[in-house]
């Protein structure tokens, strides 16, 4: 395969649109590469993190404007970027939604997390005292091993299944709390598989295939993996000035044929992505109360496949009525006219469309089903 044609395949494949170019990046500080080292060895290791070992990332990160991109030296082949943007409000609220364990994570982040799970339900159980330890401006740390899977990618609508290790701590820093969580992917996905955008990234509607592949147009015959991923994210609370200031550090290292397809720039729109919607959801004066949240999923997750299924079929409807043969590309027309799509649905996956859309309806949001409230049939409406 020659180098031309490698190029145009990554410009598909990952083909975010860049408006800045990786030249123009300034690179992080020299100074910070040993503490990120240090921080991408605690996942998977014994010792408690030490706060006294990241001052510099710390003093980096809130001092650093929101909306700055950055580049990072490559680690292990894989490409990596930094990218900043920050919070309205204290550390607090971010915790009692994001790092919820009763919360999934898809609500703060719709258009970056399909699914989570701890793979250990002792780790769910720990996360409980994360809250607490924010509050009482203590400390808090836990590891652990998760399955993620992500939502589908707004060019090529492939998504990936992975297993990492994390590891997140709390601790007091200058200006109040700090939360750092750092995330390794050392093992290669699962194989890409075909998923789909529906309309505009923003509104959150997602479809999910088997198939592997990419939905790309003359993609769908790529093998694609995600072989390795790092993250670092750091959230420094600053109580006084009522903000809180996030860095976000991350390597990526995926394509096919053991090709790195990924460049800085990806990377950072990536970030951008997931921080648009994390300020959304998380900003927003008409975000439900996490109590009102965690009782919705607590009710959807106990409710019949029947009642689910009544109240996610107008959703589905509403796509395939909506969705031109263009847009509905891959195999989801065929899926959804046929009524299979709705028939394979996990109870999991039913619960999600319903609580997204509880979430969006709630936060004055286009919405393709009206949700009155969980466990009951005929409460959505198209």
Known sequence: MTLRLLCLLAALVLG?????RAESLKPVPESLYPELEYLLTVPQGSADLAPDKLNAIVSFVAATPQGVSMSMRDRDKAAGAFHSFSLRGNLARVVDYAYNPDIPVYVTMPSSVRDQEWLDPATRDDLKSLSRAVEQGG????????????????????????????????????TGPVLVSVACQNE???IGRKGLV??????????????TGLTKTGL???????YQAYSVLVLVSDTEAGVVRVGSFKWLNAGWAKVNMVKQMHIVNGIKRFAADFKAVLESPRLPQAGELAAMYRDLQGDSPENLRAQVAPYLDAIAAGGSSSSLAGPFK??????EYLRDMSREEMVKIVLKEFLKQRLGRQTLIQVARAGATGTAHP
């Open 16 to 20: 975010f649109a860049a408006p800045v």
């Open 139 to 174: 400390s808090f740390q836990l590891r652990g091993r998760e399955r993620e899977i992500i939502t589908p990618d707004a060019n090529t609508g492939g998504y990936y299944a992975y297993r990492q290790d994390r590891a997140m701590a709390v601790f007091p820093g200058p």
């Open 188 to 190: 290669p996905s699962d």
């Open 198 to 211: 529906v309309g505009p990234d923003s509104d959150w509607n997602y479809l999910y295939s088997a198939e």
């Open 220 to 226: 769908g015959w790529v093998d694609s993996y995600m």
């Open 334 to 339: 065929k899926l959804l006219t046929s009524g």
